[in-house]
């Protein structure tokens, strides 16, 4: 069997084609979380809304993906757990459990594991099951995110869609483009 044959089957994510050992998963977990941190620094306020379009929820399903559900988790556990002790790598610098968009960074720890668990049964070796595990990652973080930021911030359910949903529609679907393009990709490089 050739080896482009064993790694595109399903079962594996991208983080599985390195050479295996518990120093590739503390490195590839801790990696994660600084990934989630950085990318959470991209922010863009969002006028009427407590919550910015950040680069954060792209690098939480970019992570769950390439890593896996395991280590997904545990990289956005990481992440959540550091920024929750009061390292500003939440969206533009904040850190703490009591702000508005916390509830969202709850729903990245879930969303990161559902998308590495589809991405085990080959949820990203095509642009169109990509696209698929992008949005249900998505749909996970708001179905979190939202009803947190309504508790949080006294909104109804409907202003808080209003406000922490509507606005990052497009950002969303430029994210999932983004990783339709990179993740099938990967794959088809890592078959050479």
């Known amino acids: 069997m050739s080896t482009a044959a064993v790694s595109t089957r399903p079962g594996k994510v991208l983080a599985d084609l390195l ?42 399903l970019l992570v769950g993906t390439a890593l896996g559900a395991r280590r997904g988790f545990l990289s956005l556990a990481l992440y959540a757990l550091v920024g929750m002790a009061g390292v500003p790598w939440f969206a533009q610098g904040t850190s703490g459990a009591g702000g508005a968009s916390f509830g969202y960074v709850l729903g990245m720890l879930l969303a990161s594991t559902v998308v590495g668990a589809l991405a085990r ?69 890592a078959d050479k």
């Not at 179905?143 to 949080?152: E, H, I, M, T």
């Not at 209003?162 to 969303?172: E, N, R, S, T, Y």
Request: aromatic share 4%; no cysteine.
């Open 19 to 60: 050479p295996a050992s518990r120093t590739r998963d503390i490195a590839l977990v801790l990696g994660g979380a600084a990934l989630t941190g950085i990318a959470a620094q991209i922010a863009v306020p969002v006028p009427g809304s407590p919550v910015p379009v950040t680069g954060q929820t792209f690098a939480a």
């Open 121 to 189: 049964r080959g949820g990203d070796r095509s642009v169109l099951r990509t696209a698929g595990t992008m949005v249900l990652g998505s749909a996970v973080i708001y179905a979190v995110g939202v009803p947190y930021l309504a508790a949080v911030t006294g909104m109804t359910l409907t202003q808080a869609v209003a406000a922490g949903v509507v606005p990052f529609l497009i950002g969303d679907a430029l994210k999932a483009a983004l990783a339709m393009g990179v993740l099938p990709t990967a794959w088809k490089l």
